[in-house]
């Protein structure tokens, strides 16, 4: 391997299922070391994950880098966005963090909406109606359900702070991460204090929020990583937007995230607020928006299918007419936070590679649906969708967004662009440049585009179909839990 251009700087991804970090060269954004640890999210009634393992699996992922990572001049962290951690007086986790995918609170999301003013309130006020994935729902389920846990809480932070903080010991977060919150109003960018007295969390307790390019902090001494003392820290962000950064994505531009979470977002210069509640008004990590819409069942949903089929996730046939609501977490995009899968249109010949296909087509539905809604109207029609994330990989993901979106669809060779994201951001740091042009500067975003095919709208509205039939259906689901 050549020696660097430039200073060495880690990106880190601390997303759902594993912790990633990628030391980069920040002349060339060649990636000079990775590594990856995974860690264990729990399926009991909830979602949840202790951070402290979030640690040790950065810890595990720098010590696979070896000793790149010592050489770094700064660092960044993107992490999975809206998780409720908890600390008390020394640091240390009250509880497990409430992670992004955990619907226990869909209860309370219904309550605050109502009690401030209805959905086109919420929207106006943070850009987003919340709903159970929210920090704010989780923090007001946890007040009803764990007084106990609420009292001893000195500090709450959202999973990418809680790394950043044990890094350099001060309290901080980013204006991207802390869009997801529920109690950042977008409009004045600032804590929303009547929405924090209305969940009884004391505006103390929550982070610093630190500027776009600002310095977050330094290394500090006995963190235990192999970083140097006094490595310049970046602020990082939530992992959507941490992509948008690694993509150097310019408004207008659509993407498609296939991960645990299935997202679809594209930078925008205008400060959304959608008051249906399909798409989340986030702030990007620069001084821009990020429109967002999420579902909770994407490559994990579709994978397990293929189990239960017993099928490889490659072995895909053609439908005829069989649908798969693959909710089997409950849904957010549509919003039926307690719902379940659901299968529709079985016949004799009906093969387990069609019930396959019909999986992967109702994940992507649920994206493509909000897809021209995060996209500003000006926006054209032909540009091609970035593919990225896990399920970027995966051949019958790549052609089942092909056909059911009718664009060109662009995949980019990087793999990793959350961790790419960041160690923009901290080559930032160094440079004095904006984190997206970092990464233009490093071409992540370049590799082979899937041209357009005719768009399968025959699938798309007999999903609609069902998904509309079906909602009552799915709703009772919720009522008798
Ligand atoms: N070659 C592949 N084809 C299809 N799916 C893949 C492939 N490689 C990984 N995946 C899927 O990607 C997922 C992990 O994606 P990733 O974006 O790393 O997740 P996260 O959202 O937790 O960051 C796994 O659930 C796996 O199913
Ligand atoms: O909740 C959202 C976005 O609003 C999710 O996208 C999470 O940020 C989790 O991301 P992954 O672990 O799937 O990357």
Same mark, same amino acid.
């Given at each position: 391997? +050549?020696?660097?251009?430039?200073?060495?700087?880690?990106?880190?991804?601390?997303?759902?299922?594993?912790?990633?970090?990628?030391?980069?060269?920040?002349?060339?954004?060649?990636?000079?070391?990775?590594?990856?640890?995974?860690?264990?999210?729990?399926?009991?009634?909830?979602?949840?994950?202790?951070?402290?393992?979030?640690?040790?699996?950065?810890?595990?992922?720098? +010590?696979?880098?070896?000793?790149?990572?010592?050489?770094?001049?700064?660092? +960044?962290?993107?992490?999975?966005?809206?998780?409720?951690?908890?600390?008390?007086?020394?640091?240390?986790?009250?509880?497990?963090?409430?992670?992004?995918?955990?619907?226990?609170?869909?209860?309370?999301?219904?309550?605050?909406?109502?009690?401030?003013?209805?959905? &086109?309130?919420?929207?106006?006020?943070?850009?987003?109606?919340?709903?159970?994935?929210?920090?704010?729902? &989780?923090?007001?389920?946890?007040?009803?359900?764990?007084?106990?846990?609420? %009292?001893?809480? &000195?500090?709450?932070?959202?999973?990418?702070?809680?790394?950043?903080?044990?890094?350099?010991?001060?309290?901080?977060?980013?204006?991207?991460?802390?869009?997801?919150?529920?109690?950042?109003?977008?409009?004045?960018?600032?804590?929303?204090?009547?929405?924090?007295? %209305?969940?009884?969390?004391?505006?103390?307790?929550?982070?610093?929020?630190?500027?776009?390019?600002?310095?977050?902090?330094?290394?500090?001494?006995?963190?235990?990583?192999?970083?140097?003392?006094?490595?310049?820290?970046?602020?990082?962000?939530?992992?959507?937007?941490?992509?948008?950064?690694?993509?150097?994505? *310019?408004?207008?531009?659509?993407?498609?995230?296939?991960?645990?979470?299935?997202?679809?977002?594209?930078?925008?210069?205008?400060?959304?607020?959608?008051?249906?509640?399909?798409?989340?008004?986030?702030?990007?990590? *620069?001084?821009?928006?990020?429109?967002?819409?999420?579902?909770?069942?994407?490559?994990?949903?579709?994978?397990?299918?293929?189990?239960?089929?017993?099928?490889? *996730?490659?072995?895909?046939?053609?439908?005829?007419?069989?649908?798969?609501?693959?909710?089997?977490?409950?849904?957010?995009?549509?919003?039926?936070?307690?719902?379940?899968?659901?299968?529709?249109?079985?016949?004799?010949?009906?093969?387990?590679?069609?019930?396959?296909?019909?999986?992967?087509?109702?994940?992507?539905?649920?994206?493509?649906?909000?897809?021209?809604?995060?996209?500003?109207?000006?926006?054209?029609?032909?540009?091609?969708?970035?593919?990225?994330?896990?399920?970027?990989?995966?051949?019958?993901?790549?052609?089942?967004?092909?056909?059911?979106?009718?664009?060109?669809?662009?995949?980019?060779?990087? &793999?990793?662009?959350?961790?790419?994201?960041?160690?923009?951001?901290?080559?930032?740091?160094?440079?004095?440049?904006?984190?997206?042009?970092?990464? *233009?500067?490093?071409?992540?975003?370049?590799?082979?585009?899937?041209?357009?095919?005719? %768009?399968?709208?025959?699938?798309?509205?007999?999903?609609?179909?069902?998904?509309?039939?079906?909602?009552?259906?799915?709703? %009772?689901?919720?009522?008798?839990?």
């Amino acid at each position: 391997m +050549s020696a660097a251009e430039g200073p060495l700087v880690v990106g880190v991804d601390t997303s759902t299922q594993s912790t990633k970090a990628l030391v980069v060269d920040a002349a060339t954004g060649r990636v000079v070391a990775s590594g990856q640890a995974p860690h264990t999210v729990s399926s009991g009634a909830g979602r949840e994950s202790d951070p402290r393992q979030w640690w040790d699996a950065l810890g595990e992922a720098l +010590s696979q880098c070896g000793e790149a990572a010592r050489e770094a001049a700064a660092v +960044s962290v993107g992490g999975q966005q809206h998780g409720l951690v908890t600390l008390d007086a020394q640091g240390e986790p009250v509880r497990p963090a409430l992670l992004w995918n955990d619907v226990r609170s869909a209860p309370q999301a219904r309550r605050l909406i109502d009690e401030l003013g209805g959905a &086109k309130a919420w929207a106006e006020r943070t850009g987003s109606v919340p709903s159970a994935s929210f920090t704010v729902t &989780k923090w007001a389920w946890l007040a009803e359900h764990e007084p106990e846990a609420v %009292r001893a809480v &000195k500090a709450v932070r959202l999973p990418h702070d809680y790394l950043t903080e044990r890094l350099t010991g001060e309290g901080t977060t980013d204006r991207g991460d802390v869009s997801g919150t529920g109690w950042w109003a977008s409009g004045t960018e600032a804590y929303d204090e009547e929405i924090l007295a %209305r969940v009884g969390l004391d505006p103390a307790l929550l982070p610093r929020v630190v500027r776009p390019g600002e310095v977050a902090g330094t290394v500090r001494d006995g963190h235990g990583l192999p970083f140097s003392k006094g490595t310049l820290v970046a602020a990082g962000t939530g992992d959507n937007a941490a992509a948008a950064l690694g993509l150097g994505l *310019r408004p207008g531009v659509p993407v498609m995230s296939l991960g645990t979470s299935g997202t679809v977002y594209a930078v925008s210069q205008h400060r959304p607020a959608d008051p249906t509640g399909t798409v989340a008004g986030f702030a990007d990590a *620069r001084g821009d928006w990020l429109p967002l819409a999420c579902t909770l069942n994407c490559t994990l949903a579709v994978d397990r299918v293929a189990a239960l089929l017993n099928l490889d *996730r490659e072995a895909v046939e053609p439908g005829t007419g069989a649908t798969l609501l693959p909710f089997l977490d409950g849904e957010r995009t549509p919003n039926l936070p307690q719902s379940s899968g659901l299968m529709h249109g079985l016949r004799h010949d009906t093969t387990a590679g069609q019930l396959l296909q019909a999986a992967y087509d109702g994940a992507v539905h649920s994206l493509l649906a909000a897809l021209d809604l995060v996209l500003d109207a000006d926006a054209d029609p032909a540009a091609p969708l970035l593919l990225i994330g896990g399920g970027a990989r995966g051949t019958a993901w790549q052609q089942t967004v092909r056909r059911l979106s009718g664009r060109p669809v662009q995949i980019p060779e990087a &793999k990793e662009l959350v961790a790419l994201g960041a160690a923009a951001q901290a080559a930032g740091l160094l440079t004095g440049e904006d984190a997206a042009a970092v990464a *233009r500067r490093w071409n992540t975003a370049a590799g082979p585009v899937l041209e357009a095919v005719e %768009r399968d709208e025959a699938t798309l509205n007999r999903i609609t179909g069902v998904l509309s039939d079906a909602a009552p259906l799915l709703e %009772r689901d919720a009522a008798s839990r």
